[in-house]
């Protein structure tokens, strides 16, 4: 058997259920399977609070649906990695998947990169994004906690999200373009029973106007009678308007590389197969009538027995077997059992653990993490959860003061005892425990890999930035922002960035009307919504003179 690192049977961009499943049925056929996740796995599904419809599981909730997933697949040998995939090589034999962690190889190659909320045009969208226009109940859904709410879309999600919002408005209004609903009858009927929800169909929205406090007036048009009228909250309060219009794929990666339909998506065929030969794509990024937990499941298990075959095929033509570490080739009930259960309190997940050892190995200086304690149960909270993260690697010590302001947090300070001006205020969990561990790294060096033009701008910037992050820990766009922010602050010393979980400071919500996260505040006067990598991030500071 050849030995090598980084050559796997297959590789699957994206970390969702389509990928996880994938990578269980491979690993399972004991093929080498590496499973590359930018953000955090279980993709969309992770924001949706409640699942009743997924067979053999009763309810949960999308995040431990997923999580399970995922142990199962790594029981079974999958592994596991944190990184952007930047550039995809699909010719050949052997296809080669580029990450700001390295290249890797493989024989075939699953595209799961999913797809973002549409956004859908009507006037005033762009401008109350972040102040009254939303995309993500689980995100923002708190923020609107006794208003009114325009829910926008006709299918499953706007359903679904439209009950998750009776919780925090006073009266839901959904706006269903159609005649009907597309989703379900069953949940249909829910929806139309519930005292707190009105439906109006064959209605549009048209513009919503306001003020600094958020949207006062949204236009409304009635396509059957062809009647426009104007809508207002009672007491003439700011609303919400929530848009659950269907979704973007995230197809740049394979743009002109795989073929697309005229929207985007990836064309499969019935193994979910694509034009490129060793390429397959499943979940939201393919063309479907039914984008659920279930369509994707299947997705990933038909890619994954075509993806067998191609692996088989090539160990014969090349000769070359990927060799499957010794850690994962134990028999599934050894590597099941080998895995602790979470600890009561603990702030780390055991099987996450051999993740942070890769991130440690890596790290060419040792950080210290400074916490500010606040002496409270917060403060306490995070304190415990620094000391538990501090004591698996020598390259991590602790720190204590009182000092500062919206406590407590947590900074990075380098081992000459310069601050890397980068801090996270409150307890980095969610969402956001990965883009911690990737700001830690940054502040360590050598830090993630980014295109030498960016380096180079960052490198040139010559004023103090000062840059607060507000974030919802549950929020799946915020990390981006939050990634991308952190390695300004790492490259250069004019630049701060401090990371806020926003629900911990409600001063910080009041001062900047936040309706939405990511909230982006420019040194304390610019302020933007909605994610941004890198090159977005550079260029809203150029836009706004902040650079």
Known sequence: ????????????????????????????????VLVLEKDRFGGQITITHEVVNYPGIENTSGEALTETMRRQAVNFGAEVKLAEVTDLKLDGDIKEVVTNRGTMRAFAVLICTGANPRHIGFTGE???????????????????????????????????????????????TILVRKDSFSCARSIADEVMAHPKINVLFNHE????????????????????????????????????VFVFAGYVPNTALVKDKVAL??????????????????????????IKTLRQVVTATADGALAAAAMEKVAAQMHDKTGLVPEVP?????APQENRASIAPEAAGSFISPDFIPQLNAVFERM??????????????????LLNAMKELAALSDKLSLDTTSEGEHL????????????????????????????????MYNAAGPGQQIEDSELQAVKAIDKDVKMQVLISLSCTMCPDLVVAAQRMASLNDKVTTHVYDVGLYPDMRNEYKVMSVPCLVVNGQQISFGKKQLPELLDYLKSVSAI
């Open 1 to 32: 058997m050849s030995t090598n690192d980084n050559l796997f049977d297959a590789i699957i961009v994206g970390g969702g259920p389509a990928g996880l499943t994938a990578a269980l049925y491979l690993a399972r056929a004991r093929y080498r």
């Open 126 to 172: 762009a401008e109350f994004r972040g102040h009254g226009v939303a995309y993500c109940a689980t995100c923002d859904g708190e923020f609107f906690t006794g208003k009114e709410l325009l829910v926008i879309g006709g299918g499953y999600a706007s359903a679904e999200e439209a009950m998750f919002l009776t919780r925090y408005a006073t009266k839901v």
């Open 205 to 240: 929205l048209k513009s919503v106007e306001g003020n600094d406090m958020g949207i006062t007036s949204a236009s409304i048009f009635n396509n059957k009678t062809g009647e426009t009228f104007e809508y207002k909250a009672a007491d003439n309060d700011t609303f919400g």
């Open 261 to 286: 339909n005229e929207q985007g998506y990836i064309i499969t065929d019935h193994n979910q197969g694509t034009s490129v030969k060793g390429v397959f794509a499943g979940g939201d990024v393919c």
């Open 326 to 330: 010794n850690a994962t080739r134990k």
């Open 364 to 381: 060419t200086s040792k950080v210290t993490l400074r916490v500010h304690t606040s002496g409270d149960d917060k403060g306490n909270e």
């Open 408 to 439: 407590p947090f947590v900074e990075f300070v380098r081992e000459d005892g310069s601050s890397t001006g980068m801090a996270f205020h409150g307890v980095p969990g969610g969402h956001e425990f990965s883009s911690f561990v990737l700001g």
